[in-house]
């Protein structure tokens, strides 16, 4: 009986093997179509580009109901959020990258040394190939198709796997790829993270990966085998910082505003405020008032999963502090509601990772001296909050620590804007995309020099090299 075991485990275990290869060969075979269709040169059309770019607009404004619809069924999201950070922030993407790409592509002309004259030197942008992008469930939608449009745009293929925790933004993603693209231009492979380990097996010609952290270090990894170049896009700790400054009551709106969008599952939401000690009072007493005043539990997006859930809620009974809340958390449908923890320490459990929901800590500084070296302590965050109107600490504040961006009296305002460009430093990632940048990102430099057939006769160095070295030395001094 157990050798009739054996053989039973040992078929399911080749079963099993067999089926990996199959799936593995698929992928690899999607990979080499691609390949070949970008070597083929099309992509380099700029009408080629122009023309998907068109095709995803059409798609996303035709199907706007069913994209807002997935990401209600996935995160419960309020529709003027899910309507302006995925469906608004796409479409005005697009129409900017369509109506200057062309200027964008085109070579830029630079300087020419004396002793090359005469020549044109230029810097064109070319696209690297096959770009594979791994993309988060927090903007399912947004974080998918943004680096899409700018692969795309700078004349790559692409290779989505869009995250499985997702599952219906998923699957309007596989629908959206499937209906607008050929697969040798853009495909889309879905599972979860042993699909991504598979795919991260095979060798691209750059990965965008957004994530946490920790599977960027995994992702960095498989990039440098093959030296592949990449953009990681990741977490971190975004503090925003209150001075006695501020505007208090501006604040407290602004802050609660950035921090319970999504329900705090935003990769450049305001972490935690540190405030000064004078001004404390005030601000917990103005936050307290718009938490009141908002219908939070109603109009907030819900956590993404129990496991996410359960982290958040094992998080709060860590916390000593007294909680402020709006509202009730319902366990059935993920919803947890917004709180604040007003008498936060700085060595609280909650202080320590990215928390990526709806609680806010608040700790206090007695001075910007004390607050530099807290914030220090921490790795570079992708955002960075100061609320003061004394403009010499916002000015020392802001060259206090290094971030992605900054936002100066105002919450994720830099993340929104089309025009900076939008990544981490340190721990929060490398590389740049949005807009110009994203195109920028997915395209490398190439230095073009083209000599005329009439250049001087003796510039064309050759042996023997005495009597040039002599001229030279006198030309060059
Ligand atoms: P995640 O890292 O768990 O998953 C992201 C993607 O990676 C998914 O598609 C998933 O399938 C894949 N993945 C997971 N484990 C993998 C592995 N071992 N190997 C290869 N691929 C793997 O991240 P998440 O939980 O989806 O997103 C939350 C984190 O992402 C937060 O830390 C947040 O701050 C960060 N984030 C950053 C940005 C940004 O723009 N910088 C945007 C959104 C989210």
């Not at 996303?60 to 990401?71: F, K, N």
Request: charged fraction near 25%; glycine fraction near 6%; aromatic fraction near 10%.
């Amino acid at each position: 009986m157990a050798i009739v075991d054996d053989i039973m485990v040992l078929s399911m275990m080749s079963i099993g093997l067999a089926f990996d290869l199959i799936t593995m060969v698929v992928k690899d075979e999607i990979i080499l179509k691609q390949r070949r269709y970008f070597k083929s040169g099309q992509t380099r059309d700029l009408e080629v580009r122009l023309d998907a770019l068109r095709r995803l607009e059409i798609y996303l404004i035709e199907h706007q109901e069913e994209l807002l619809g997935a990401l209600d069924r996935d995160l419960g999201k309020p529709r003027v959020e899910s309507y302006l950070s995925e469906y608004f922030f796409l479409l005005q993407e697009i129409k900017l990258v369509k109506a200057s790409l062309k200027k964008w592509l085109k070579p830029r002309r630079v300087k020419n040394p004396i002793y090359f004259q005469p020549c044109k030197s230029m810097v064109a942008l070319e696209p690297f190939g096959v770009i594979l992008i791994i993309s988060p469930w927090n903007y399912p939608i947004q974080l998918a198709i943004s680096p899409m449009i700018a692969a795309i745009a700078a004349g790559n293929t692409v290779v989505l796997k869009p995250s499985e925790l997702s599952s219906a933004s998923e699957g309007f993603l596989k629908k959206l790829v499937e209906e607008c693209f050929e697969p040798e231009q853009v495909a889309v492979v879905t599972g979860g993270v042993e699909v991504a380990e598979e795919l991260l097996e095979l060798r691209y010609d750059f990965i965008f990966y957004t994530g946490s952290t920790e599977v960027g270090r995994v992702v960095a990894g498989h990039a440098a085998k093959h030296l592949t170049p990449a953009v990681l896009e990741l977490g971190g700790k975004c503090p925003c910082v209150v001075d006695r400054s501020a505007n208090i009551d501006v604040a407290a709106r602004r802050i609660l505003s950035g921090k319970f969008f999504n329900a705090g599952q935003t990769c450049f939401a305001p972490d935690f405020v540190a405030v000064h000690r004078d001004v404390k009072d005030a601000l917990v007493t103005a936050c307290e008032a718009v938490l009141k005043d908002v219908p939070w539990d109603r109009e907030m997006a819900q956590i993404i999963n129990g496991h996410h859930y359960g982290r958040l809620q094992h998080l709060l009974s860590s916390a000593p502090s007294r909680e402020i809340k709006q509202g009730a958390d319902a366990a059935t449908r993920h919803f947890m509601a917004p709180r604040l923890l007003p008498d936060t320490q700085w060595s609280d459990e909650v202080m320590k990772g990215e928390i990526f929901g709806p609680i806010l800590p608040i700790v206090t500084f007695d001075d910007s001296e004390q607050l530099t070296e807290h914030l220090q302590s921490y790795e570079s965050p992708l955002a960075y909050y100061i609320f003061a109107e004394d403009k010499q600490w916002v000015e020392k504040m802001s060259r206090s620590i290094a971030s992605g961006g900054v936002c100066i009296n105002d919450t994720m305002k830099q993340g929104s804007n089309l025009e900076l460009p939008f990544g981490g430093v340190g721990d929060s990632g490398y590389g740049r995309y949005r807009g110009r940048e994203g195109v920028l990102a997915m395209s490398y430099q190439r230095g073009i020099v083209q000599r005329s057939v009439r250049a001087p006769k003796f510039m064309d160095i050759l042996p023997p090299y005495e009597k040039a070295y002599q001229w030279i030395k006198r030309m060059m001094g």
